[in-house]
């Protein structure tokens, strides 16, 4: 009796935020129910910029309509329900919340950016490129707040004010 051996299970599709900030150009796949973003060090995915509150954004994972599987939304501010300060922007407008798309442009404030992109439409090596994590030396010139703390100092306004 000869068995033969099962067929490989093709990686299933997920979608990619393609983030630039201080900490330069990085992917985050996105395959859990929700997340918190950010500039605090508490958040699922951390933006290293000024600009961005501490609870900028969520994203939460929400069924496709007419399709299997699922898409994702995002939302302005915080789960306490406090709009971050600087806004959420998509493809140029501003936005309390928006189902996101393939290729869709997101702007936490004014510095920081991400594209949506899935697993499928790109390259093993680009995709391994933007996954890697960065290294010290890649990033010297972080900003104070942006260093990695235990604890951050609470403030009676939780959304970072620029000055």
Known sequence: MSMSAPAAQPNPVHWVLILTDQMGRRGVVLD????????????????????????????????????????????????????????????????????LELLDKIGFGPNVTAIVESTDRLSPETLAALLRPPTLGDNVALAGSQRATSKETPRENDDFTAA
């Open 32 to 99: 859990k129910i929700y997340y918190s973003v950010g500039r605090a060090a508490s958040n699922h995915i951390r933006l290293c910029d000024p600009c961005v509150s501490r609870e900028h954004a969520l994203i939460i994972r929400i069924p496709e309509e007419n399709r299997a599987g699922y898409g994702y939304m995002i939302f302005d501010g915080s789960s306490a329900s406090r709009r971050s300060t600087n806004g959420l922007f998509v493809n140029g407008k501003r936005v309390l919340s928006h189902r």
